[in-house]
Every structure is written in C-alpha cells, then in structure tokens.
C-alpha cells in the first residue's frame, strides 16, 4: 500500500494560504447551523476523517490551500487506470473541509484528513482495513456500488462497511442519484426465456435527450439478488442484457457465464450475479431486454437495472426502492439532497436518514448537485459534533441534527406582512414542473411554493433571514427576496421587486398550510 504524506513547514501554512473553492457555502453554514461553531473552543479533540473515493485528481495542489496541510493520501495496492483523472474525491473533502472549519479559518475543527484511493474492490477493501487499524473516527463515502448487494443490506459490499461499523466508525454515505433511473422486478421468464419487462417489446425503454450533436454516455448494470457476504463465492443464477435500438436490432450485448466456482477466471466468465453495457447512444429510443439462460429462480430472486449517465430517461422506472449499496446499510448514515428529484431513497428500509441540500457553485459560477455534495455537507457537520463530544454514536449524532426547523415555528403576522391565504385560513402550495430555477435553493431547504392573496411566494419553517449571512433587515417586515439571477435581497415590504424575482417568508403567526405539513425529522441542522 502506497502512502504519500504532505506537510506544512510552518503551522501558519494553513491559513495563509487558504482560498474559497465554492462560492455559494457561506450561506450553507449559516442556515444549516454552521456558523456558530467558528468562533466557539473546541474542548474535545481533533477528528480522525477519512474520505473514501475512485478519485482526487489534482488533490496535491491543493495542500495547505483548500485541504489540511497533513492531508495524508493512500493510493492502495491496485493501481488506477492511467488515463483516470476523476476530482469527485477532492470536491468531497473540500466540501467537508469548507464546511467543517469555514474555509480553514476555524482551526481548531481541523480534522485529520486521509484520503483513500477506493477504485474497485481491493482498494476499497484496503482502505477499511486501513481506516479500523487507525482507529478513524468518521468515513465520507460519496459513493454507491450498482452490483454486490441484494437490495436488502446484505451483500459483499456491505460486509465489509460493517467490519468498519462494528468497529465504532461513523460511516456517512450518499444516497446515489437513481431515483429516476433504477427498475426492480420479479425474474418472470415467458416466451424463448425472455424475462418479462414493462415496456412494448417485452423490454424496459430507455431514451436519450442528448442535445443535437452530443451523445449520452451511458452504464448500464444488471444486477440480481444473488450476491454474497463472501466476495469469493459465486453463483450459478444465470441472466443476460441486451441493448437494442427501436427496431430491436441488437447493438451491444453482456452474456457473461455465471459461475459458482470459487476459482473462476476463464474468459467469458464471471462468479458475479451482474452484467454491464457501457457506451456512448445518439440521442433516440432504446431497449433493454433479458435473457434467463439458467431457468434456476425462484419466486424470491429479482432483478435490478440502473442506468447512469446525463440526458438518460428511462419512463417505467420503479419509485420508492432505488438505494443501492451501501447506502442501503442499516448501520451507515444515508444522506439524501433536499434539492434533487435524482436523488434515491426506500421507503421499506426507511432511508435516506438524513436530507441536506447539495447545490455547490464554484467561483465561475458552475453548478453541481447530488447526494455526493448533501453527504459531505452532512459528514462536516457530524464532525463539528463528534470533535466536540467524541463519546456520541451513530443514534446521539442523528437524534442531534435532526432539523430544528418546524412549521409550528410561527413568524410575523400577516397583518404586517400585507397579504394572506388563498385557503381557509390555511396556504395552498403550488406544484412546478419544472421547479423554477430561482427558488430551488430555498426549497431544497425545505421551503414550498405557496399561493397567495398577492402572488405566488415561498413559505419556510425558519426566518428566511438565514438564507444568507450578509442579509440584513431595516424594519421588522422588510422582505428577503430570491432573486431571478440567483441569490438573495433584501426590499421594503412595498416596494417593487425585480421580474421574476420571489419573496420569501416564515409561516405566520395565523395561517400554515392547507395540507399535512411536511415531516422535517430528516432535515440536517446543526
């Protein structure tokens, strides 16, 4: 195992070069409950953190600037493919690191940092060995495994995060972002051993809406429940994909042979329960068909497919059960986006545990979004606790960040705010779809589009003062407004606000909504 260690020559090297990556995480930490922690003491001890991912390009430039002048870096004992050059890794700890001390401002909630080379199964392996001999505190794993689960928990994957669990490490997770394109199914096999799919042709649909001139790079994983704790074991349960285009002409295929042999390596086989199809499709209508070759399943095996890749819509896919592993593990921490129809949960396992937003612009203005992002938010604010209180498990740090915002919190009257519900006595939301751009932010915080006597407005369970740290108000009901550019401002009640632009506004003290009001224990806040 390669180790590469990097060090400041002076203490002060931390912060005299430190540098914002992101230009939208100041007011994160304000509405999520970071900000206090920066000029609190810290009277417990530095974290041991370990971020887990397939890659951080670019990561040594970034010592001593944006990342932890001991940052420590493990490449593990399989190298990467030379042409890889994935930053994933280096956005999560620097998400993490931004968060978790104010853009290394706040040093005495430095953690010590390792970052893990975790491409494929023996580096992911070794770095759990690696991180229980260490005795690390909290691992950050962006990540999800479309193949070595069952969908229940279990599985090769899982086996191995819970040496690390049972170990005492805080293990928080993203969820993944399949919500919209995973399908689950029974294997029911019909005529010439085709196993029965939603779509016309007896197969799944799937479209590309690439732009004119560009593709969709697509991976597509069929996986079924056949995996095993073991990662040596295999299996002899036998299913093959195929890709076909709107006439069903086959363009590219994955007919593996199952095995069960332990020490199988022949070409053409594999003791894995998946196969995989991974290319580039114009944009078009697409097919999915599979084949039993085995005729071994039982009313108690089903498939999985997922689909990966931007433009990629796939119109049957299943709702509800989309998480895979290890995001599926019930002794991990699974982190949802608050601001992404993409991002996967189940609802038979009770997960995601937490929601966070994940919107991270960097400084040209670049957007990102997905449960990577909510993960690292999360796993920074975990870390601000654990630091403080190193004795908390995984219950005291759930029961500690779920959301303090309720609707029963109530703001300012309507008489001063100058408007009221189109409801009785109560506020009727409004559906978008699409979600307009200015105020994904604020819904992504738990916020919801109402309708009003006025106009259409967001209605939140906090002061929306919080929604940035430099807002500050004049009067009492002054309106904080997001803006069509994005951000926010602050006008006069009465004033005109720009077009486009919407005000946003606490629950008031006589009216909430028409509906249930939405369930924040799952909302992260510190």
Known sequence: MKVFVFCALMLGLTTAFASKPFANTDSLKNSLG????????????????AILDKGFFGYEKEIGKTLPAGTRYVA????????????HGLKMAQILISMMTNDMKAAQWMPELTLYNAFGFSNFKAAIDDVIARQYDLVLYSEVW??????????????????????????????????????????????????????????????????????????????????????EEGTSKDLDLALTDDMLNVIQNSALKQSDNR????????KYPREIISMDLQPGLYFLRVKNRSNNFTQRDQLRITVDGEGLVMPSHSRGETLLNPADNPTVITVGASDSDRSSTSFFRD??????????????????????????????GLGLL????????????????????????????????????????????????????????????????????????VMVPFDPILLNTQLRRNLLNDMIVAMPQGGYA????????????????????????????PVNGKNFHL
């Open 263 to 270: 020490n199988e390596a022949r070409p053409g086989f594999s």
């Open 490 to 517: 602050i006008y006069p009640r009465r004033a005109m606000i720009p077009a486009g632009a919407v005000e946003v506004f606490q629950r008031p003290l006589e009216a909430g909504l028409c509906r249930p009001t």
């Open 76 to 87: 593990g004992p399989v190298a990467n493919p030379e042409n890889l050059q994935v930053v």
């Open 351 to 380: 997960k995601p545990d937490l929601l966070a937003p994940s919107s991270v612009k960097l400084e040209d203005g670049t957007e990102y979004r997905g449960s990577s992002n909510s993960a690292a938010i999360v796993a920074a």
């Open 386 to 457: 654990k630091s403080r209180e190193p004795r908390m498990t995984r219950v005291d740090l759930l029961n500690a960040v779920s959301s303090k915002h309720n609707w029963e919190q109530r703001g300012l009257s309507l008489n001063l705010l100058g408007f009221g519900p189109t409801g009785p006595n109560c506020f009727v939301d409004v559906t978008f779809n699409p979600l307009p751009e200015q105020i994904r932010d604020v819904v992504g915080r738990g916020g919801v589009p109402v309708q009003t006597t006025a106009a259409i407005r």
């Open 34 to 49: 970071f900000t206090p922690f920066y000029s609190a003491q810290n009277p417990g001890r530095k974290l041991k953190v």
């Open 146 to 231: 479309e193949y070595g689960g069952n969908f229940d928990g279990g599985g090769f994957i899982n086996a191995e995060v819970n040496r690390a669990t049972r170990a005492g490490v805080i293990w928080v997770n993203a969820a993944g972002n399949f919500a919209l394109t995973t399908y689950n199914s029974p294997i029911t096999t019909g005529h010439d051993n085709w196993v029965q799919m939603p779509d016309q042709n007896n197969a799944l649909a799937l479209r590309c809406q690439a732009a004119a001139g560009k593709k969709c790079s697509a991976k597509i994983v069929l996986s079924w429940n056949d995996f095993k704790d073991d990662v």
